[in-house]
C-alpha cells in the first residue's frame, strides 16, 4: 500500500475517501506511515502489535 500510495498517490487509490491502513510495529516506529497524508488515512494497529510506551508515544506524534 505504500509504495503505492508514493507512486499513484493515495486520492487517486480511494477517489478522495479514507484509507484504512493495517500497521505493523515496523511500520510505524520506522516511520514509513510518514507519507501517507493524515487527512486520508487512518492508521490501524494490528493486534498482534505489543504497545509499549515508544509505540504509544509514536501514535500520539502522528495523531493530527
Known amino acids: 500500500m505504500l509504495d503505492n ?4 498517490g493515495l486520492d487517486k487509490l480511494t477517489v478522495g475517501l479514507p484509507a484504512f491502513v ?21 492508521l490501524e494497529i494490528l493486534e498482534t502489535v505489543e504497545p509499549g510506551p515508544e509505540l504509544i508515544a509514536l ?4 495523531k493530527p
Open 5 to 8: 500510495t508514493v507512486i499513484f
Open 22 to 42: 493495517n500497521c505493523t510495529s515496523e511500520s510505524l516506529t520506522e516511520r514509513l506511515v510518514d507519507v501517507l497524508p493524515p487527512s486520508l488515512t487512518v
Open 59 to 62: 501514535c500520539v506524534k502522528l
